[in-house]
């Protein structure tokens, strides 16, 4: 069975640039168009929910010219991409503190989520100034403010209530990882949806990713044994 939610970590723009003698935000422009191509791919075949994390908490921390960049290029991808989305009737949505992005991103970001919204052929989710702990922090801040006030009861908070309470609230968890460069690690990524994901982490530097690589991806996944903690005899029956 193919993943019905693929969550990726497009890693290596900056490695791949640099053997090549070139400046950073050529890997990110480059990483750019794989993404999209990765989105029309994931669309024809059939993959419901993908999640790309775009820049994280710990990204504003770079230099401030390669963040400038990359808020550029990802102000220009929301404009030039529109139309894809809108043709391939794939809703964009945002995770992350996106009220820290510059206005001019920003206001792109809005535009571009709005006349997606009713859309239902795919659901691509930017993480943008995402962070997995942020993220957990918020749910329990939100929490607490309906404890204060009355609407919930601490005892009553669940697994299920916490989780509604993120910015996935309505996505069922990642079941795939992708995270290319080969590093083996999650950088701070949806950390509370993936307790059960299967991570792959191909050596491939992600402006090199492409369709052969995707499919391997898939193939990787279906011969993975997910067990949910169960023995392999309860989860075959
Ligand atoms: C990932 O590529 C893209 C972003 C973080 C936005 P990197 O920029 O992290 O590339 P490397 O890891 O330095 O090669
Ligand atoms: C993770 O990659 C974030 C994105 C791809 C947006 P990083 O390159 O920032 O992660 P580390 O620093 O290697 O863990
Ligand atoms: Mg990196």
Request: aromatic share 10%; glycine share 6%; net charge neutral.
């Amino acid at each position: 069975m193919n993943p019905k939610h693929i969550a990726i970590i497009p890693d290596g723009n900056g490695r791949w640039a640099k053997q090549r003698g070139e400046s950073r935000i050529s890997g990110h422009i480059r990483g750019t168009a794989v993404v999209k191509d990765t989105i029309i791919q994931a669309k024809q075949l059939g993959i419901p929910i993908l999640t790309f994390y775009a820049f994280s908490d710990e990204n504003w921390k770079r230099p401030q010219d390669e963040i400038q960049g990359l808020m550029m290029l990802l102000k220009e991808y929301l404009i030039s991409e529109r139309a894809t989305l809108v043709r391939e009737k794939i809703q964009l949505r945002a995770l992350g503190e996106i009220s820290k992005l510059p206005p001019f991103v920003l206001e792109e970001l809005q535009k571009t989520i709005e006349m997606t919204s009713s859309f239902n052929q795919m659901i691509l989710n930017f993480a943008i100034s995402y962070g997995g702990r942020s993220e957990i922090v918020r749910a329990a801040k939100l929490l607490a403010k309906a404890c204060m006030a009355g609407d919930v009861k601490p005892d009553d908070i669940s697994e299920k209530s916490f989780q509604k309470h993120l910015y996935t609230a309505d996505l069922p968890d990642p079941d795939l990882l992708i995270r290319t460069s080969g590093e083996m690690r999650i950088s701070n990524f949806l950390l509370w949806q993936m307790s059960y994901t299967e991570i792959y982490a191909p050596e491939v530097l992600w402006p090199d990713f492409n369709t052969n690589e995707f499919l391997k991806a898939l193939e990787v996944f279906r011969l993975r044994k997910r067990r949910f903690g169960l023995t392999d005899e309860q989860y075959e029956s």
